[in-house]
């Protein structure tokens, strides 16, 4: 098997993700995003969270290409916009069923 190394953008990339990841706010962000589209408003509701913090988030989130933003008019809608990473979540969540 040849070995193929990744080059500085690769790694730092990498680890932009899973500094991502490792927030337990965007955590409940992308798994809720997973199961459907939601708004800001829906989101904040569904977390019990303020609207600028969720906002917040999913601009970090968006800057890194794992969410994406439908407008409708004047509401913005979010979805996934990375599927390996969310498999990757949806992965991680399932581990820990198995061993807890």
Avoid at 67 to 84: I, L
């Amino acid at each position: 098997m040849h070995y193929h190394s990744l080059d500085d953008q690769q790694i730092d990339h990498i680890s932009q993700i899973f500094k991502a990841l490792s927030d337990p706010t965007r955590i409940k962000v992308l798994h809720l995003l997973f199961q459907r589209e939601c708004s800001v408003n829906e989101i904040a509701e569904q977390l019990n969270m303020n609207q600028s913090a969720i906002s917040h988030q999913l601009k970090y989130l968006k800057q890194l290409h794992l969410v994406k933003k439908r407008k409708v008019k004047t509401m913005s809608y979010y979805s996934p916009d990375d599927y390996h990473v969310m498999n990757l979540l949806e992965q991680t969540i399932e581990h820990t069923k198995h061993t807890s």
